[in-house]
């Protein structure tokens, strides 16, 4: 099947460290996401609740008479003390800037202060993952850059540590053709990446 996952548009905020902070998209935000939604269908549509992606999808949904599912699962992770700030704010602090290199070198072992554990992330992507496997395609799921790079990682088996080397900015899509092994085992290839 196919599933299109759609990072939410500009919202303004660029080199913020926007998890759970929760910013509406700008004008520019919105026209991202007309663009990679224009023309094109889907059977159903699945957002984060967080209102720059739960907007867009609502738009979306209403566009091609469905009704969107709102999945908490997809949400952006929650970078704890660091959510909201910017990053030349958190660098500034003591330790801050190598707290924030260790974090992209290794979240697992280095997450954000106060923020949410790095395993939890990981089963919940892979939960909504799973789900979303589950559904007829295409589908289209309206998140974040943390869960699109974690579900790229499940899916397609690719080391999280080397998917920042993925641009994936605001507004753009990556689709992906889900399947299951023979022994159940979820699994994707990346079909197209549009950005903006």
Do not use: K, N
Request: charged content about 25%.
């Amino acid at each position: 099947m196919m599933v299109d996952l759609l990072r939410h548009g500009a919202t303004g905020r660029a080199g913020y460290i926007d998890g759970r902070s929760d910013w509406p998209l700008t004008d520019a935000g919105w026209h991202q996401m007309q663009r990679q939604t224009a023309g094109r269908r889907w059977v159903a549509i699945v957002a984060s609740p967080l209102r720059r992606a739960r907007e867009p999808a609502e738009q979306v949904a209403r566009a091609l008479d469905l009704a969107e599912v709102v999945d908490p699962d997809w949400a952006e992770v929650d970078f704890g003390d660091w959510d909201g700030r910017s990053r030349s704010d958190v660098e500034a602090t003591p330790g801050g800037a190598e707290a924030l290199t260790a974090f992209y070198a290794d979240p697992a072992s280095h997450p954000p202060p106060g923020g949410e554990p790095w395993s939890a992330f990981e089963t919940r992507v892979a939960a909504a993952l799973e789900r979303v496997a589950g559904m007829d395609g295409p589908v289209l799921v309206i998140s974040h850059g943390g869960p699109i790079r974690m579900a790229l990682a499940r899916a397609c088996g690719l080391p999280l540590d080397r998917l920042w080397a993925l641009r994936i900015g605001y507004g753009t899509r990556v689709r992906l053709h889900l399947d299951r092994a023979a022994d159940g085992q979820l699994w994707g290839e990346i079909v197209e990446i549009a950005q903006p």
